[in-house]
């Protein structure tokens, strides 16, 4: 008998299925030799400090070194919200897996193939002891075929010794620089809790940073002349290549041109410039891509995408492959016969030449744990709107990567009067390639008047005339027209995916670059996880379509802006490192060693801080009247455990601030406090009160 650990339910079904090990039992299921199981995430995971006899924040302890690292059950937070217990489910479902394991001579290793997944299972093997062989199932998809193919080729368990040793090592070097650093913090910050973090941290940083860019830039006015035209019946627009800061001197300039009433042409450059069609999608690219043109965030893209995967629908999302092997090439004529049978691909694929697919996608050298992002051999069904609109962009984006490149013919004029040089630039498709695969080619997309001066206007051009050096053009009428320098715009969270993707881009030292310009901040599989965390934790918030720091998140970035822990060079040495773990070429002993080293400094550091303590006010308990409350940036509490009251101090998305706190505890009911959003999305005011029960309500204005 064989045990076979899935990472997730419906993936531990579909191969049951498969194995036709069709017997359900309590957690797994049985038959033909196998007993299939699954893991539910992360089952297991590092040990707190208080595993180690260490409770609470106290300077003295740090820094937290374990030796060894204790591996306990996932936790869940108490029902009072006062620590942590463990999670009645992941108990469960060790013991229903340990139990599988007993019944069983071996085992293979069905997790996700990728770092991730290679952790879940063997700190799940090391947590129960256990030393039964086991072999591995790698594949990216989980259709029939697949998981048919890659029962045919498992291989060793040790062959992944390097995987898991570097999955380790990330892991506990996170709880090293996360655990000490956040103490240190708050420690500084008189026990305001304030949590950092090896990735979440640089990320901020960026945020906050572009921020303050856009909020302290000052804009100041220009003008730019454009000279109107007409030459062989057709009316077109040039534009100065200076701009001028002072209106008096463009005024004179415009009065100057008038009078010279003619351009001469200067330079003529026609190209014709071919625009690739794109590659597959990676995970990041169509989160970047779904942020802007759906609106979804990061995180919901990657459940849709693990949703599609594990219907079977496409492959694996979290890659960060934009390409396919060689040996997947003849397969990609069989998926496109399947969108075939759509009514809604038929016009794309028309424009495709059968037996001549562009063969850009196919890259051994750049693929890594997972090929680019397909859609598989089974037709879609019972799609929610969102799962659609992804599945769609994965299949248009196959069709692309499958046409011809698109060829403009790209035109750059240049005239001059008296000495002052205008510009003329034009763009006409001229084989539409890849761009005709959705046939909504916009006009300005085919034929344009493409200005690429300051501020990116121009007049829509049709056709442009025959222009020759020398030639003079007559000018019918000069504008000069009143423009504003712009801020660096705000992120958006594509921005911000694109960001931790190419936050090496400021490193020069060569071998780093190379290396983070591949990683960046995080891996596709955790960029989304590492956004929502700093939602979660109120450093940033949705506004719009953007992403903003709050006051919290501003004042962490005011502490750390300066200190490594915020510097994206840091994720590059650990990149570095961790690549050359899953290679065997570093010893991962000799780098949680350096990691100790990095986390003494930053605790040092972060220790050493100056942090102002707020004028928090003493407001006694309102209901045992005996404690003076803790006030934190989440809740009020009663220091008390037998009394246990609580405040929660977000509120139909506002927080509540100290102003509206005090006069709650000390007179029963807030001021007025506007633009609180109902579960609706509805925008009311009302006051909070406190009732007799010691218990808040809202009471509104009138009432």
Known sequence: MKAIIAEKPSVAREIAQLLKANVRKDGYLKGNGFCVTWALGHLVSLGMPEDHGIRGFHKASLPIFPDPFLLIPRLIKKQNHKGYRPDPSALKQLEIIEKVINQCSSIIVATDAGREGELIFRYIYDYLKCNKPFERLWISSLTEKAIHDGFKRLQAGSTFDGLYQAAKARSEADWLVGINATQALSIAAHQDVYTLGRVQTPTLALICKRYEDHKNFTQKKFWQIQLKHRKEYLDFTSHSNEHWEDIKQTEQIVKSIEREGR???????????????????????????????????????????????????????????????GDLWSEIPELVRIL???????????????????????????????????????????????????????AYRLLESLSEHCYKQVSHITVKVHHYEFNIKGSKILTKGWRSVKGILSHHDSIKNDDSSINNVG??????????????????????????????????????????????????????????????LGTPATRASIIEILLSRSYIVRKSKALIPTEKGLK????????????????????????????????????????????????NELLSLSIPQENIPELKCPKCQQHNLIIKDKIVKCPDDRCNWILFRFVCGIQLSLQQITPLINNRSTPLIKNMKAKNGKKFSAYIVLKDDHKTTFEFPGT
């Open 263 to 325: 351009a001469t042409i200067k330079d003529v450059s026609i190209k014709t410039v071919q625009e690739s069609s794109p590659i597959l999608f990676d995970l990041t690219e169509l989160q970047k891509e779904a942020n802007r043109k759906l609106g979804l965030s990061a995180d919901q893209v990657l459940q849709t995408a693990q949703d599609l995967y594990e219907k079977r629908f496409i492959t694996y999302p979290r890659t960060g492959s934009k390409y396919i092997p």
């Open 340 to 394: 075939n049978t759509n009514n809604q691909f038929k016009p794309a694929i028309s424009t495709l030449k059968f037996g001549n697919f562009n063969k850009r996608m196919v890259n051994d050298l750049k693929v890594t744990d997972h090929h680019g992002l397909l859609i598989t051999t089974k037709i879609p069904s019972a799609l929610t709107a969102t799962e659609k609109a992804i599945y769609d962009m994965i």
């Open 459 to 520: 007049d829509m051009l049709i056709e442009l005339p025959e222009f020759k050096i020398g030639d003079e053009l007559k000018i019918s009428k000069v504008e000069f027209v009143e423009k504003t320098t712009q801020p660096p715009k705000l992120y958006s969270e594509a921005d911000v995916l694109s960001a931790m993707e190419n936050a090496g881009r400021s490193i020069n030292n060569n071998e780093k670059h190379t290396v983070i310009l591949n990683i960046g």
């Open 556 to 603: 962490v970035y005011d502490l750390i802006r300066d200190k490594k822990i915020a510097n994206v060079q840091m994720t590059a040495e650990w990149e570095m490192a961790l690549d050359r773990i899953e290679k065997g070429e570093l010893n991962a002993k000799k780098f949680i060693n350096d990691i100790k080293s990095y986390t003494s400094q930053i605790t």
